[in-house]
């Protein structure tokens, strides 16, 4: 259901602008911005190349097209962006398997672009309790 909303390019694009303009304004360093699905591949690209920062797609699991979960640039910090988070399961997955291939590698946060449909969206202090990482 929240999928089909992303379909209609007016609504992407208020998504893409908004999220732009929340995470333009961050005072963090982070030089990716990871994805899992396909929600996530209709609009982090373009968020990506308006920040000037790297992509890495985290698929849910290895589906034949590639051997690799984790396609993209080794990246020192990164941020997730998300549609929402229900239970946590696509931000640990992300998390996980970014570290599988690049320990070093540090989530700095995650960003929601339907935070309408996030169980976060009224205590976003509570994301960093659970998942270890701050609400952006």
Known sequence: AHTS???NHKYRNK??????????KLDIYYD???CCGTSGLMVVPQIAELLKKNIIVIRKQKDGYSDFLVEGPSSKQYIIIDDLICSGDTVKHIIKNIKGETPRSKCVGVYCYMPEESVYRKYPEYCK???GIDYL
């Open 5 to 7: 909303r992303i379909l």
């Open 129 to 131: 309790r659970d998942l």
């Open 15 to 24: 998504i893409i602008i908004n999220a732009y303009t929340k995470l333009n």
């Open 32 to 34: 990716s911005i990871a």
